[in-house]
C-alpha cells in the first residue's frame, strides 16, 4: 500500500482507537482503576455509537474485517465507504479530533501517539488517507488527487482480495498470576510489557463494546465462549511434557484451570482482567510447544 502520501496518526480514527484500546489493556491488567477509568472515560467520550469518529472509524472497521473477497465484491464494499464517507460531517469530526488531541496530550502525555505499535498501521493509514480522498472528491479533485485516489483504492482492493491471516499493510487472578511466575523463565515477562495479542485484542474490544451498549446477554455470550476456547487450549497444554517433567508447573497448571472453571460472572470488570491473563498465558505455552 501506498506510503508516500501524507498521513497523521493523531488524526486517523482507526489508530487513535486502537491506541487507547491498548492502553486499556495495559491498566487492567496492571490493575490501575484511576488509569483505566480516565482512558475508558475518553473511549466513551469520542468513540460511543452516534459519535462523530464512531462514525469515521466503522470504515476502518468494515474494510479490515472484510477479506477474502473477489474484485467485484471488494469494489463495490469501497463504493459503499464512500457513500458512508461523503455522508459524514466533516467539520464536526475534525473538531472531535482536535479535542481528543488535546486531552489525551493533557491525561497521558505528548508521547502518547508514539509509545503503541500496531501490525496494522500501513492498513489504517491506508484507509484515514482514502477517507480523505473521498471527501476531497466530494468538492472537487484535481487529476493528481483522483491518481492517489485510484492507487489507494487499488490497495486497499488487494487487501479484501487476499485470504484471512495474511498480512499486507489468593483469589483466581493470584492463582492465574503464580502459574505466570512459574513461567517466566519461558520468556513470559519479555513480553508481557509488550503489545498485547490479537485474542487479548479481541476481548477489549467486546468489553468497550459493552461499556458503551450495556448489551450484557451479547457481552455474555461472547465471554462464555472466550471461557470454553481458553479451557480448551489450556486443558490441552497439560498434556504437554513441561507440565509433567516439573511438578510445580504442572500442580499450577492443573490451579489455573480450577480457577477458570468456576468463574462465575464472566462480564465483571475482574473477570475480564483474569480472561485477559490467561489469553496471555496460553499464547506464551503455545508459542513455546
Do not use: W
Amino acid at each position: 500500500m501506498p506510503t508516500s502520501f501524507k498521513h497523521n496518526k493523531k488524526r486517523n480514527s482507526g489508530l487513535v482507537y486502537e491506541f487507547l484500546v491498548r492502553r486499556l489493556g495495559l491498566t487492567m491488567v496492571d490493575r490501575d482503576p484511576e488509569a483505566y477509568l480516565k482512558t475508558v472515560g475518553i473511549v466513551k467520550k469520542y468513540f460511543s455509537p452516534g459519535m462523530p469518529m464512531e462514525r469515521e472509524k466503522e470504515v476502518f472497521n468494515v474494510i479490515s474485517k472484510a477479506r477474502g473477497m473477489n474484485e467485484t465484491m471488494a469494489r463495490r464494499v469501497l463504493e459503499e465507504v464512500r457513500k458512508h464517507v461523503v455522508g459524514l460531517d466533516h467539520k464536526k469530526v475534525e473538531i472531535k479530533k482536535s479535542n481528543l488531541i488535546k486531552e489525551v496530550h493533557y491525561a497521558f502525555g505528548q508521547d502518547f501517539f508514539d509509545v503503541h505499535r500496531i501490525p496494522e498501521y500501513r492498513l489504517y493509514a491506508s484507509i484515514q488517507m482514502l477517507i480523505e480522498q473521498y471527501r476531497q472528491a466530494a468538492l472537487g479533485s484535481n487529476i493528481a488527487e483522483g491518481v492517489q485516489r485510484i492507487q489507494l483504492e487499488e490497495g486497499l482492493v488487494k487487501f479484501m482480495m487476499s485470504p484471512k491471516g495474511v498480512e499486507q499493510v489468593g483469589t483466581k487472578g493470584e492463582r492465574v498470576d503464580g502459574l505466570v511466575a512459574s513461567l517466566a523463565m519461558r520468556k513470559f515477562e519479555q513480553r508481557y510489557s509488550g503489545a498485547l495479542c490479537e485474542s487479548q485484542k479481541r476481548t477489549l474490544r467486546r468489553f468497550m463494546n459493552f461499556s458503551m451498549t450495556k448489551n450484557k446477554e451479547q457481552f455474555s455470550r461472547e465471554m462464555e465462549e472466550e471461557k470454553k476456547q481458553l479451557l480448551e487450549g489450556l486443558r490441552s497444554s497439560q498434556k504437554l511434557l513441561c507440565f509433567h517433567e516439573d511438578k510445580v508447573m504442572g500442580q499450577r497448571m492443573d490451579e489455573a484451570v480450577r480457577a477458570l472453571e468456576s468463574l462465575k460472572d464472566v462480564t465483571s470488570e475482574a473477570a475480564v482482567q483474569d480472561l485477559l491473563l490467561y489469553h496471555r498465558l496460553l499464547q506464551e505455552i503455545e508459542s513455546d510447544e
